[in-house]
């Protein structure tokens, strides 16, 4: 189940391994598109307006298990670059019992300040309803997303990027045929969307957890309930890289949402709006995701096997293949804004609205590709240090304070709020690159 990243060509590892992510990653966009245009077109803008702002809560809960399953991918990768199989072992028990205690506790926690959420990010009153519904759903079903996660981050950290693609292949299949079922044919508004998202989460998690039971030789882990028992020293090596990522992941994520909740104190329309803008810049997210998650495990393993020469040429091959297929998505874009913003939603007064997203989607575009160089060598590396403070300087002080002075004081308004948060989305490249320069990456963090 172990896949060698440090031999053989670059860029034809790099697309192998990319491939499968990309095509799960954008599966799941797909789900997260679907439930934006079936609720669109059968329960119009409230309903629209519901899956964005439940979609922004829903991304908060998740900052705990993205950071810590990427940091235990990278802890995977690495080990296995030094054939260190003990380390692979209790990397893998130590996350299990972290992340989904911390999923259950989250859970239950969310549900009991679940009104305060939905203050906080000013829902609209007249969606308030149906964002109550959506996000108490989506609260139940968070143990199968921290779960699907973990045993990804395990199986890309060991190269093995085909297996988690076919696990998100049966969630989307499934999350896409229930939402039609439940909102178009069953009539269960937004409850249904929810439904459907959380049922596909579970049966993906489920199948992926035994398959992994089944392999267990393959990946080095037995499933005794002593192997469960965190390990003191993994605990150590996993927040000294996953609390910085969680951070970086948490600020990033509450930065968007109090953006947001500007953007929602413009109205319904607006609120719709920037969940349209939400699921166009998912696309080019997963893309540089993709290509960033797989550079991240090939440069872990080629520091851990100190082949430094093979860096450059992966970061090069990733950012370059971002930006290929960015400038496809943007030419479309450009060209046919009213039929892509024509996909999610028939009402007029959004369709009227359709020209104040076009810029800022073009600027998180190009700001992705960037991200791409970025996060590959900071993750690859497993620097905490610059995990936190892109986190401090993108998440929060970049993103925060540009789209305040473009909204409210150049009195921009929503377009402002959204072009500020991609503008931000260049600190990663900029601090990656100072990293990159300075060949500090070439030195190991224990």
Known sequence: MIKDLTN?????????????????????AIYNIVDMVVVGQFIGGNGMSAVATGGNILSILNFVVMGFAGAGQIIIAKS???KDMESVKDTIGTMFTLLLTAAIVMSVACYFIRD?????VNTPQEAYQYTMDYTIVCMLGLIFIYGYNIVSAIMRGMGDSKRPFMFVAIASVLNIILDILFVAVFQMEVIGAALATVIGQAVSFLFALVYFYKHKESFGFDFKLSSFIPRKLTIQKLCALGIPMAIQSAAITISMTVVAAWVNSFGVVASACAGVLNKLNMLVGILSMSLTTAAGSMVGQNLGAKKFDRVPKILL???GSTFAIVLVYIAVLITFPEAVVGLFTSDEAILASVSIIILPSVVNAFGAVTRTFGFAIINGSGNSKLNLLVAIIDGMI????????????????????WLGDAIAGFMPFVIGGCFFLSNRWKKLED
Not at 8 to 28: E, H, I, R, T, Y
Not at 116 to 120: I, P, T, Y
């Open 8 to 28: 053989g060509s670059v860029p034809k590892l790099l697309l192998m391994f990319a491939a499968p992510l990309f095509v799960s990653n954008a599966l799941q």
């Open 398 to 417: 970049a993103r925060i304070s540009l789209a305040y002075i473009m909204g409210w004081k150049l009195e921009m308004g929503p377009q402002g709020f």
């Open 116 to 120: 305060w959420l939905l203050n906080l």
């Open 80 to 82: 296995v670059g030094e």
């Open 317 to 319: 091959w990733a950012s």
